[in-house]
T-cell receptor, first 111, second 115 residues
Framework: KQEVTQIPAALSVPEGENLVLNCSFTDSAIYNLQWFRQDPGKGLTSLLLIQSSQREQTSGRLNASLDKSSGRSTLYIAASQPGDSATYLCAVKGGNEKLTFGTGTRLTIIP | DTAVSQTPKYLVTQMGNDKSIKCEQNLGHDTMYWYKQDSKKFLKIMFSYNNKELIINETVPNRFSPKSPDKAHLNLHINSLELGDSAVYFC??????????????FGPGTRLTVT
């Protein structure tokens, strides 16, 4: 059974700093890994999707990496802004077509 | 031009009632999903339909019944609501497995409160 863990559960950093969010998963047989952000009381917004054959994906100030063999992914956010404050979720899609979510990291950027 | 929409956004009802949540996507996707996010913010899949056929059915009470009248709609009907059903329910859609782009797109969620 796939288990996805995100550490830390909460993170506060001053505006302008670079930061890294971590995601680990127990079963390396995945199709892809997706990073989402969720704002309070809102739905999920997809940020990046990494296929199992890829090592990283970039979108603007965001860079996500995937090391399938070790069961790890990181989301790097450069030059953080207050608007980046949200909960960040990673999710892996396995061979059973299910998307298994992590517990999330609640990020607060301090102006 | 909302991609995945859900109605209602908020639903407050009493125990024992029957309620439905509707979901529609205009992305041309074949696959749709229902997820439940509990009070601890943990998201877990409930159902998945591909082209109106059920392909994933997690261990959920049979009081929950998804219905897909066409591939653009996946509604969730809940019978005999219980306090523990209170949660946020998210609908999502994607291209089917095997295609190059099966990123999932989520709706805004329906916050269900059972009193």
């Amino acid at each position: 059974k796939q288990e996805v863990t995100q550490i830390p559960a909460a993170l506060s950093v001053p505006e302008g700093e670079n930061l890294v969010l971590n995601c680990s998963f127990t079963d390396s047989a995945i199709y892809n890994l997706q990073w989402f952000r969720q704002d309070p009381g809102k739905g999920l917004t997809s940020l990046l999707l990494i296929q199992s054959s890829q090592r990283e994906q970039t979108s603007g100030r965001l860079n996500a990496s995937l090391d399938k063999s070790s069961g790890r992914s990181t989301l790097y956010i450069a030059a953080s802004q207050p608007g980046d404050s949200a909960t960040y979720l990673c999710a892996v899609k396995g061979g059973n077509e299910k998307l298994t979510f992590g517990t999330g990291t609640r990020l607060t950027i301090i102006p | 031009d909302t991609a995945v929409s859900q109605t209602p956004k908020y639903l407050v009802t009493q125990m024992g009632n029957d309620k439905s949540i509707k979901c529609e996507q205009n992305l041309g996707h074949d696959t749709m999903y229902w997820y439940k996010q509990d009070s601890k913010k943990f998201l877990k899949i409930m159902f998945s339909y591909n082209n109106k056929e059920l392909i994933i059915n997690e261990t959920v009470p049979n009081r929950f019944s998804p219905k897909s009248p066409d591939k653009a709609h996946l509604n969730l009907h809940i019978n005999s609501l219980e306090l523990g059903d209170s949660a946020v329910y998210f609908c999502a859609s994607s291209h089917p497995p095997g295609t190059s782009d099966y990123e999932q797109y989520f709706g805004p969620g329906t916050r269900l409160t059972v009193t």
